[in-house]
């Protein structure tokens, strides 16, 4: 890792220790739960803009066998200091809070109030990656290729038509690997990557009719993709940290192709002075996240 992003990291450590860290925290679970709900959005996103992301990627990629034999062999409380457990628990009642919330607030703005919605989430990207353009140098053409790459994987993906999959229980293991990869990659939805692989209604409807088969191995496979994708990404943060952002960077700029939300013009560019005024919010909501998440918990706090 470099020294830059060690120290990051450490200060993102200390940050949750207090009451009100660990209350911030909750918080931006909320938020990247709300973020993961919505096809075009990501939690990677929200945990970029809130300054949790280094962390989240190397807390999950403690999870390895040093944590297998600590836990087996009843060593629970080193067990949970070396994956970071209190930040991901705090962090996962928050997501879970958020993906409940979204069920009566997100998906009501999706049906009724489409287009503003998706301006709202441009406007958050757009102010995002100018945030990011800190972490990496455009002076070197290695991190503008990144940029890129990145920009093309993600418009290109928004080119891909939804199909329809043969949901074996195969599918759906490999569906819930793809899909918390992409979760945790910021310019790529979980839920995006659901409905292209053709599972989304399906997956959705097996949460909804708790069918606990469907949901297990769903959820086994999302575990599987977390630890594994999680190294991979671990590595690239700590080697290639400017490469990585410049790539995040590209990916949040390409996903605007796929929140853009006039993907069918017939009628025109319907509800667009309510749009400008989303997409404005949108990055304001980013800066406020921004004052909010970066204040300082005082050290006397408990």
């Known amino acids: 890792m470099s020294e830059n992003s060690s120290m990051q990291t450490q200060k993102a450590t200390h940050s949750w220790v207090t009451r009100r860290g660990k209350f911030m925290l909750f918080l931006k679970g909320v938020a990247m739960g709300l973020g993961d709900s919505v096809p075009g959005i990501s939690g990677g ?48 009642l928050g997501i879970l ?65 939804p199909r329809s999959a043969e949901l074996s229980l195969i599918t759906i293991f490999f569906s819930g690997a793809i899909a918390i990869s992409a979760m945790i990659l910021p310019g790529l939805s979980g839920a995006f990557i659901l409905l292209l692989l053709g599972v989304y209604e399906f997956i959705l409807g097996a949460l909804l009719d708790f069918d606990l088969p469907t949901i297990l191995v769903f959820v086994l496979g999302c575990v599987v993709g977390l630890l594994a994708f999680s190294r991979l990404l671990s590595w690239l943060l700590r080697d290639y940290h400017q490469l990585s952002y410049g790539f995040i960077t590209g990916l949040l700029l390409g996903s605007v192709s796929a929140l853009w939300p006039w993907q069918e013009a017939e009628g025109g560019y319907t509800m667009l002075l309510p749009a400008l005024l989303c997409l404005v919010l949108g990055v304001a909501a980013v800066v406020l996240l921004q004052v909010i998440f970066s204040t300082k918990p005082s050290e006397n706090s408990n």
Not at 80 to 90: A, K, V, Y
Not at 124 to 143: G, H, T
């Open 97 to 161: 809070s958020g993906l409940l919330i979204s069920a009566n607030t997100v998906l009501f703005l999706l049906e009724n109030y489409f287009v503003p919605l998706m301006a709202f989430f441009i406007g958050m990207v757009l102010a995002s990656s100018a945030l990011l353009r800190k972490e990496f140098s455009l002076s070197a053409w290695q991190n503008i290729l990144a940029l890129f790459l990145g920009l093309l994987l993600a418009v290109s993906i928004g080119f891909i038509t």
């Open 45 to 92: 996103t929200i945990a970029v803009i809130t300054k949790i992301y280094d962390q989240l990627v190397f807390s999950i990629r403690a999870v390895d066998l040093r944590a297998c034999g600590l836990f087996f062999t009843g060593q629970f409380r080193v067990f949970w200091q070396h994956i970071n457990g209190t930040f991901l628990l705090i962090l996962a």
